[in-house]
């Protein structure tokens, strides 16, 4: 039906959206995208007698990737559906999303590289790669659904069938129009049944555990992580209460983002958590459950998929990708920010996390938080 460029992580998810596509007729193209950290787990060029060509610059340049692992489970898979595949460098790409990543925590934020990952990469430089090989869309394994009310609608962004892997909220960022070249196969799925379709067809990624790190954070922590990126920071600092009583010192406020309860250092008798970051002192402040809640936060740089109402909009804002949404007003402000009111105060409202407005399901935009 059309020609189709699906973003394979190796994962299960795309995997199946992979079959998905081609049960419906289309021209698939499997790519899988480079970052160019070195893993701790394979360094090597995964082409061997060109099944995974590496789409690169210097070909002579060995790199590692999110995992040579995954590479050679999405090549896999592609080989066995019959789909070509290639491994896209996507290296200086991947770099303003790691200098972001570094900057915002050095800033006292808690950065979202997923969100960036989409709106610059996966649907951003790949809708390029898309367009250089003649597709008409491009796909990925997320769970959210694309609805189009009319034939030549805009399609509305809404949560997917399951609401416990629903992916709408790293998702609002994306161009509008963009909504016109997306599929989105693995959203009308309970993720159970993916991994059933997975077994079912003989795919080895059936049994595959979600990957729930940074990709490019090959460690798992992201504070060694910055430290080795920005060895000149001087981020240590001292441990205060809202009260300004000095309680402790810390090594970096990296390690740190509001609401952190575990890892603070300190004891106190009974739990406290980081209410606030101060990167022009490097002190972390902490406080009592109660002393985290927010009745409102105001958000920059925002980005709407539909055209809101003038004045006070009703809807349900979610602050972090792990937490509920919640009743809220969102009214615009100028220079393209926000400012949402919630109903009930809200707890871990942290500068550097986007928030997303919702009609029920439907997402309207968001932005990031101030």
């Not at 009609?359 to 932005?367: A, C, H, I, S, T």
Request: proline content about 5%; some cysteine.
């Amino acid at each position: 039906m059309a020609r189709v460029v699906l973003a394979m992580s190796g994962g299960v998810d795309s995997s199946v959206a992979a079959h998905l596509l081609l049960e419906e007729g289309h021209e698939v193209i499997g790519v899988f995208m480079r970052h160019g950290e070195q893993s701790p787990i394979a360094s090597c060029q995964i082409d061997g007698q060109s099944a995974l060509p590496i789409l690169n610059d210097r070909p002579d340049h060995k790199q590692g990737c999110c995992s040579a692992s995954d590479a050679a489970d999405a090549r896999r898979v592609a080989d066995n559906l019959g789909i070509p595949f290639y491994a896209l460098n996507l290296q200086r790409e991947f770099g303003r999303i790691i200098d972001y990543f570094v900057e915002e925590y050095v800033a006292g934020r808690t950065p979202n590289p997923c969100v960036m990952c989409n709106n610059w990469i996966k649907f951003g430089k790949l809708f390029d790669y898309a367009d250089s090989v003649g597709a008409e869309y491009v796909a990925t394994g997320h769970y959210a659904r694309l609805l189009t009310d009319q034939p030549g609608d805009l399609p509305r962004l809404v949560r997917g069938v399951d609401p416990g892997k629903d992916q709408t909220y790293v998702l609002f960022g994306i161009e509008r129009e963009y909504l016109r070249r997306m599929l989105l196969p693995v959203g009308h799925f309970e993720k159970s049944r993916i991994r059933e379709l997975a077994g079912q067809i003989g795919m080895r990624v059936a049994d595959k555990k979600d990957s729930q790190e940074i990709c490019f954070v090959t460690s798992g922590k992201h504070d060694e992580f910055i430290k080795a990126r920005r060895s000149d920071l001087q981020t240590a600092g001292e441990i205060v209460t809202t009260s300004g009583e000095v309680v402790g010192t810390h090594d970096g406020i990296e390690k740190y983002t509001i609401g952190q309860r575990k890892g603070l250092g300190v004891a106190m008798g009974e739990p406290r958590f980081v209410v606030r970051i101060e990167a022009d002192t490097n002190r972390v402040v902490i406080g009592e459950k109660e002393e985290l809640g927010r009745l409102e936060l105001t958000a920059r740089d925002c980005n709407w998929l539909v055209d809101l109402p003038e004045g006070p909009v009703r809807c349900r804002a979610q602050i972090r990708y792990n937490s509920d949404d919640a009743p809220a007003t969102v009214e615009r402000l100028p220079e393209g920010r926000i400012a949402v009111i919630f109903d009930e105060p809200r707890r871990g409202v942290a500068p550097g996390q986007a928030v997303v407005c919702y009609d029920g399901d439907q997402v309207l935009g968001g932005g990031w938080i101030e």
